[in-house]
């Protein structure tokens, strides 16, 4: 396993690349995203432990996505048994996985109550359960949620991001594999600058105006009809996407992608 070092511009070869994969098996990878995010939803219902259940398996389902991309590669047929893939291997790997999980619920604790130290939640949180309209101070709040929420993430998003990856497919131990994986987004940060940019513009700024044009002409409710099945379609390709940055960052002996 060789870390690689890669120009900025490769962020958006990534992105095609993504694509490229997603054309594979297009109704295959839209189904695991629906899956998952349909078990999110019931799972955030369940007070306390569905969410910790969400954050607990996330990089088992990271890792089954992951795996799901290599057997689009090979014509393999995807089936959604592969999100298991990781509790069904052997046992060091499925302790590995699994303390990952652990990890990953913990960093996103530390971040939740982080946040709560910065943010007034309790002005939000009455807002959020009304029909009310937002107030300059709440919208204040809604700003710095995400300024702060994206800024605490971003060094965890380093270290999980292709934590399951290593764990799995490297044999590295947790604690390997959590800074193999900070060291390869921090090597290559133009890149992955670039990269979520352009995921940034497709995933926020495009449906958001395409909700502002749609309620200035007075057709709210049917923009969701268009935002919805596009910011599925996009989701999903990002994921791709994914197993796109694993092959630019780590050398292995593997399919090569095709842009």
Known sequence: MKLNSIAPKEGYTWIRQGIWLFKQNPLGFLMLVFIYVFAAQLAVIIPVIGVFAVLLLTPTLALGFMTACRQAIQ?????????????????????????????????????????????????????????????????????????????????????????????????????????????????????FFFYLSIWSVILIAIPLTVGIVFDAMDFGQAASFIIAPISMAGLTVMHCSFYATWKACFTEDEIVLTP
């Open 75 to 191: 014509k393999e047929r995807i089936s959604p048994m592969v999100y298991l893939i990781a509790l069904k291997s052997g046992t060091l790997v499925r302790r590995r996985i699994l303390q990952l999980g652990l990890v990953y619920a913990a960093l996103i604790l530390l971040l939740s109550f982080a946040l709560s130290l910065l943010v007034d939640f309790e002005l939000l949180i009455p807002l959020m359960m009304s029909d009310k309209p937002i107030t300059p101070e709440a919208l204040r709040e809604i700003y710095l949620v995400l300024f702060f929420g994206a800024a605490l993430y971003i060094p965890i998003a380093m270290l999980m991001w292709f934590s399951p990856v290593l764990v799995a497919w490297a044999d590295m131990s947790v604690a390997q594999a959590l800074f193999s994986s900070c060291l390869a987004c921090w090597t290559n940060k133009g890149a």
